[in-house]
Nanobody, 116 residues
């Protein structure tokens, strides 16, 4: 069993910054991908950024240059530093862990609201 607990969401003005954290607990394999997805009202959930155990990172084009994903594998923690936030970044952000090529786990989500 795996649990993901996110923190760090909130309300921020456009141009501001937030840092999200996600801690994974339970049976965590050394080979995995941790990432962040988001879902805005009326839209589908979309990938924001992900990083694998080799520190290979992948970003959505809409956040490149503004967001940075990082991980501390020893702590089973993934971070998302979000700078230059825009109102269109407003969404519920979900932490994701994918491991053993088939197991997909999700956090409960944390709200990020960017005011204009």
């Amino acid at each position: 069993q795996v649990q993901l607990v996110e923190s760090g969401g909130g309300l921020v003005q456009a141009g501001g910054s937030l840092r999200l954290s996600c801690v994974a607990s339970g049976t965590i394999f050394s080979i995995n991908v941790m990432g962040w997805y988001r879902q805005a009202p009326g839209k589908q959930r979309e990938l924001v950024a992900k990083v694998d155990n080799n520190d290979f990172r992948n970003y959505a084009s809409s956040v490149k240059g503004r967001f940075t994903i990082s991980r501390d594998s020893a702590k089973n923690t993934v971070y998302l530093q979000m700078n230059s936030l825009l109102p269109e970044d407003t969404a519920v952000y979900y932490c994701n862990l994918f491991q053993d090529s088939k197991y997909d786990y999700w956090g409960q989500g944390t709200q990020v609201t960017v005011s204009s």
